[in-house]
């Protein structure tokens, strides 16, 4: 196969290409981050869905259907949807989420109803507005200070430059009324005035992009890129970094992948795919909050949870003179299978021995371990019984569970403040504490 090499015209038109895909999916990416800590992503599709009685009455006023009045008439209506919606949360008890829902329902109703009466034979390309033209950017031109450059560029180079500075001059007051509007309140701040600042700089942002880039993909690098980066730090800094990070990159990536397979496919689209496909890897390869390393975290605690079980139940055993025992320890919902790892690794930590006969007893450390699981659970007991004054046969559940969340520190604490019992409320003598109190078996 003959490798073709890309002409100056192609790296031209690539450039700008990508150029105008990232600085709008950056800006859109940037607000989205504070729109879904507050709770408020989808004001980007109620502001898409707002704005179509802002291109109607656009053209009804100035008889002319061109781009400049049709994005004039769609960023005014959406900055009219984005505040009706801020104003009724604010003032009613209905909640944001519903406010947005019936401001641009009811704004989209009549510009649908204002088309089809005044405007039913004019010709409005609402495919530029919905689906965009990234395609063709680099070939509309403007000459801007001597350079032919798209005319999409100096108008999103201008909302990202204002998205840059509104987030370095208010950055502590976004932040705190992002986490704690009540907070910001008391400190003199005024939520709701960060609030219209935001909700312009979005709609702004949003209508500027929707003849280039398309309604489907400001939307998309609104949500997409903040949820993304939201499962990847817990830290607002770096989520805008990882946010910005991810709208870049799928920029990029989308524009080179638009022919795969064979298939020209659009630009504008490629990118809301990649944007897709990079949450669903967050979503299950995310460090802390991804489903793997959730998984990996349940698994090591029942591992965990299983040992100390175990450990527990020769331990009981050997209190009560007891030579068999099952390691099936159903009652703690624990599967066979997790107890056998269990089991092993407690033979391979050498907590468990094998007896002449052939079954698992403690070692001298196991010895230990177990009695620091039964302390905690009969404290835990006793406590329960005697200063939550629950009665002795509902005691046992709960302290089978909490009894592996008990460290040192705790344990102590609740035999200073039980006085030292030597009795459980069952009758079963409480162990002693040790000098060196052992970590859980897996610690």
Same mark, same amino acid.
């Not at 015209?9 to 290409?17: M, R, Y």
């Not at 898409?48 to 053209?59: E, N, R, S, W, Y």
């Not at 139940?313 to 056998?340: F, I, N, P, Q």
């Given at each position: 196969?003959?490798l073709?090499?890309?002409?100056?015209?192609?790296l031209?038109?690539?450039?700008?290409?990508?150029?105008v895909? =990232?600085v709008?999916?950056i800006?859109?990416?940037?607000?989205?981050?504070?729109?879904?800590?507050?709770?408020m =992503?989808?004001?980007?599709?109620a502001i898409?869905?707002?704005?179509?009685?802002?291109?109607v009455?656009?053209?009804?006023l100035t008889?002319?259907?061109t781009?400049?009045? +049709?994005l004039?008439g769609?960023?005014?209506?959406?900055?009219?949807?984005?505040?009706l919606?801020?104003t009724?949360?604010?003032?009613?008890?209905?909640?944001?989420?519903?406010?947005?829902?019936?401001? %641009?329902?009811?704004?989209?109703a009549v510009?649908?109803?204002?088309?089809?009466? %005044?405007?039913r034979?004019?010709?409005?390309?609402?495919?530029c507005?919905?689906?965009?033209?990234?395609?063709?950017?680099?070939?509309?031109?403007a000459?801007?200070? *001597?350079l032919?450059?798209?005319r999409? +560029?100096?108008?999103?180079?201008? #909302?990202?430059?204002l998205?840059l500075?509104?987030?370095?001059?208010f950055?502590?007051?976004?932040?705190i009324?992002?986490?704690?509007?009540?907070l910001?309140?008391? #400190?003199g701040?005024?939520?709701?005035?960060? /609030?219209?600042?935001?909700i312009a700089?979005?709609a702004?942002?949003?209508?500027?992009?929707?003849?280039?880039?398309?309604? +489907?993909?400001?939307?998309?690098?609104?949500?997409?890129?903040?949820?993304?980066? %939201?499962?990847?730090t817990?830290?607002?800094?770096?989520?805008? *970094?990882?946010?910005?990070?991810s709208?870049f990159s799928?920029?990029v990536?989308?524009?080179?992948?638009r /022919?795969?397979? !064979?298939y020209s496919l659009d630009?504008?689209g490629m990118?809301?795919?990649?944007? *897709?496909?990079?949450?669903?890897?967050?979503?299950l390869?995310?460090?802390?909050?991804?489903?793997?390393?959730q !998984?990996?975290r /349940?698994?090591h605690?029942?591992l965990?949870?299983?040992?100390?079980?175990?450990?527990?139940?020769?331990?009981?055993?050997?209190?009560?003179?007891?030579?068999? $025992?099952?390691?099936a320890?159903k009652?703690?919902?624990?599967?066979?299978?997790?107890v056998?790892?269990?089991?092993?690794?407690?033979?391979?930590?050498?907590?468990l021995a094998?007896?002449?006969?052939?079954l698992?007893v403690?070692?001298?450390?196991?010895r230990?371990?177990?009695? $620091?699981?039964?302390r905690s659970h009969?404290?835990?007991?006793?406590?329960? *019984?005697?200063?939550?004054?629950?009665?002795?046969?509902?005691?046992?559940?709960?302290?089978?569970?909490v009894?592996?969340?008990?460290?040192p520190?705790?344990?102590?604490?609740?035999?200073?403040?039980?006085?030292?019992?030597a009795?459980?409320?069952?009758?079963?003598?409480?162990?002693?504490?040790? /000098?060196?109190?052992p970590?859980?078996a897996?610690?």
């Amino acid at each position: 196969m003959t490798l073709i090499a890309p002409t100056s015209t192609e790296l031209h038109q690539a450039f700008w290409t990508i150029a105008v895909a =990232s600085v709008c999916s950056i800006s859109c990416a940037l607000l989205g981050c504070f729109l879904l800590l507050k709770r408020m =992503s989808m004001l980007g599709d109620a502001i898409g869905h707002g704005v179509l009685p802002g291109i109607v009455l656009a053209v009804l006023l100035t008889g002319q259907i061109t781009s400049v009045y +049709i994005l004039v008439g769609a960023m005014v209506f959406g900055l009219v949807t984005a505040i009706l919606a801020e104003t009724l949360s604010a003032s009613t008890s209905v909640t944001e989420d519903a406010s947005l829902g019936v401001v %641009y329902t009811s704004l989209f109703a009549v510009g649908v109803i204002l088309l089809s009466k %005044y405007l039913r034979f004019a010709h409005i390309d609402l495919d530029c507005v919905f689906l965009g033209l990234l395609e063709v950017v680099p070939l509309n031109t403007a000459d801007f200070f *001597g350079l032919e450059i798209p005319r999409a +560029i100096p108008t999103m180079l201008l #909302m990202l430059f204002l998205t840059l500075a509104f987030l370095g001059f208010f950055w502590k007051e976004l932040t705190i009324v992002a986490f704690d509007p009540a907070l910001a309140q008391s #400190m003199g701040f005024s939520p709701r005035l960060v /609030n219209y600042l935001l909700i312009a700089l979005v709609a702004g942002s949003t209508v500027s992009a929707f003849e280039a880039v398309g309604l +489907i993909l400001v939307l998309a690098v609104l949500i997409v890129p903040a949820a993304t980066a %939201y499962l990847l730090t817990d830290r607002l800094g770096p989520m805008l *970094g990882w946010a910005a990070l991810s709208a870049f990159s799928a920029s990029v990536l989308g524009y080179l992948l638009r /022919n795969i397979g !064979g298939y020209s496919l659009d630009i504008s689209g490629m990118v809301a795919v990649i944007l *897709g496909l990079q949450f669903v890897l967050a979503v299950l390869f995310a460090p802390r909050h991804g489903l793997a390393a959730q !998984g990996w975290r /349940n698994f090591h605690l029942s591992l965990r949870i299983a040992q100390e079980d175990i450990l527990a139940t020769l331990y009981r055993a050997e209190e009560a003179s007891v030579k068999t $025992y099952s390691l099936a320890l159903k009652d703690h919902g624990l599967s066979t299978w997790v107890v056998w790892l269990a089991h092993h690794k407690l033979v391979r930590l050498g907590l468990l021995a094998t007896s002449a006969a052939g079954l698992p007893v403690l070692t001298e450390e196991g010895r230990r371990l177990g009695q $620091y699981v039964v302390r905690s659970h009969r404290l835990w007991e006793t406590y329960a *019984g005697a200063i939550l004054e629950i009665p002795p046969d509902h005691v046992h559940a709960a302290a089978a569970l909490v009894e592996h969340f008990i460290g040192p520190q705790l344990q102590d604490e609740l035999a200073s403040t039980l006085q030292e019992p030597a009795k459980d409320p069952h009758g079963k003598s409480i162990p002693p504490a040790q /000098n060196d109190a052992p970590s859980a078996a897996s610690k």
